[in-house]
């Protein structure tokens, strides 16, 4: 019945809510205190009719204060074009992450703020196989905030109760990052929570976007947690709500993961090859962007669930050490069942752009022919095992996937 649905999922979420205020719980990002609930119904809460317009002009002149010139992570010129739409550009905010009032450039997002997700991140992943892997940090990091792109209220509050500490400029910041800099545990009023929901959201997605559909939208990464976790700061950094976009479950954690296992172990291999060659050409080139359906659905009516997630890889190579040039692209649904199309970096291009004839590595050796990565989804389909954790492992390679889906993922 209708009706009973409703209130199951109302229940469910308030359940959640509840354990959060009681106990700051943190709950695990699928949510399965919410496996109960119909997946469908969950999918009618979370997906709404947009109700909530950004005030881009306001979002563009705030981020006008923040740090956006970090083209080292892009091979060739910086910022190309992400696909978008003319009119659905005029909201892109091109931002360097940063943490707090830390000045360290973490990687490059072009976020859209009238969509409230990132169109796309640029990262240039170094990845010395030998360094150790960190490991993931907590998920609590989400309720994090960009605050440069929060309103006036939020930075007036914390300059006269934390010591006049100036925050226009700041990057993810949680209160501890403030009661840090600022050497005082200053009491905001309102709270910091408060501040945040009030005059952070209009620009940017918020945690509490999420809240209650985790069994349908996980938090999907952009730029992964898992290629940077040899580098604690850059990891730390991409759990953050402007390196996220709404992901469904089962391709987030069934498709979508082994192929980012599979690019991490390309950068180790890029290393491992360049240092063999004598050559300094050690890194690999990383574009993770989405691409919207042709009708556009929000969560919550508030951020856009992309239609599609993709990447790009350029490796520019080093001639004079004998080490070719390659390029590789691959997409897929955001659907649940999906599966992943990987192509030549031209062909990836002609899809990405529709047809047009631009670049994501423009001005780059990739911008032209070069290698394509054969056999990339054989590997991902040899390495996905080993690439999850033995709950993804239960659940994408379980017989109640198989019926659903046709094959395990």
Request: aromatic share 10%; net charge negative; hydrophobic share 35%.
């Amino acid at each position: 019945m209708p009706g009973a649905r409703v209130f199951i999922v109302a229940f469910a979420v308030g359940f959640a809510v509840a354990a959060w205020l009681l106990g700051n719980v943190n709950l695990p990002e699928n949510l399965p205190l919410m496996s109960f609930v119909m997946k469908d119904d969950v999918a009618d809460f979370c997906s709404q009719s947009h109700n909530d317009s950004a005030p881009v002009a306001e979002c563009i002149e705030r981020h006008s204060n923040l740090q956006s010139d970090c083209d080292h992570f892009f091979v060739g010129d910086a910022w190309p074009s992400s696909g978008y739409m003319k009119n659905d550009k005029d909201a892109t905010l091109r931002i360097c992450h940063t943490h707090a009032g830390d000045s360290k450039l973490l990687f490059a997002t072009a976020y859209n703020a009238h969509y409230r997700i990132p169109e796309y991140t640029a990262s240039a992943i170094t990845r010395d196989p030998d360094l150790p892997e960190q490991d993931r940090p907590s998920s609590s990091l989400w309720d994090r905030v960009q605050l440069g792109l929060c309103g006036k209220k939020v930075h007036d509050t914390i300059y006269v109760r934390c010591d006049e500490v100036e925050t226009d400029s700041w990057g993810v910041t949680r209160m501890s990052d403030i009661w840090k800099v600022s050497g005082t545990r200053c009491r905001l009023s309102p709270s910091f929570d408060d501040l945040k929901e009030s005059h952070c959201g209009d620009c940017q997605g918020l945690d509490s976007d999420y809240s209650g559909c985790g069994t349908t939208f996980n938090r999907g990464h952009i730029n992964p947690n898992s290629i940077n976790n040899k580098d604690a700061d850059v990891q730390d950094g991409t759990f953050s709500m402007i390196n996220a976009a709404p992901q469904d479950d089962d391709f987030n954690q069934c498709v979508w993961q082994p192929y980012e296992c599979a690019v991490s172990r390309k950068a180790e291999e890029v290393y491992t090859n360049a240092v063999g060659a004598e050559s300094n050409s050690k890194t690999l080139y990383v574009i993770t962007g989405t691409k919207l359906g042709r009708q556009t659905t929000w969560m919550k009516g508030r951020v856009a669930i992309p239609g599609y997630y993709w990447k790009a890889l350029c490796y520019p190579g080093d001639k004079r050490r004998g080490l070719r040039a390659f390029g590789v692209g691959f997409y897929g649904r955001n659907i649940d069942c999906s599966k992943v199309t990987s192509l030549p970096l031209d062909k990836f291009e002609a899809w990405l752009y529709n047809g047009t004839d631009a670049h994501l590595f423009p001005r780059s050796v990739c911008a032209g022919p070069v290698d394509n990565w054969d056999g990339l989804d054989d590997y991902v389909a040899e390495i996905a095992h080993d690439c999850r954790n033995e709950h993804m492992q239960e659940t994408c390679e379980s017989k109640k996937r198989i019926k659903r889906c046709g094959t395990s993922g």
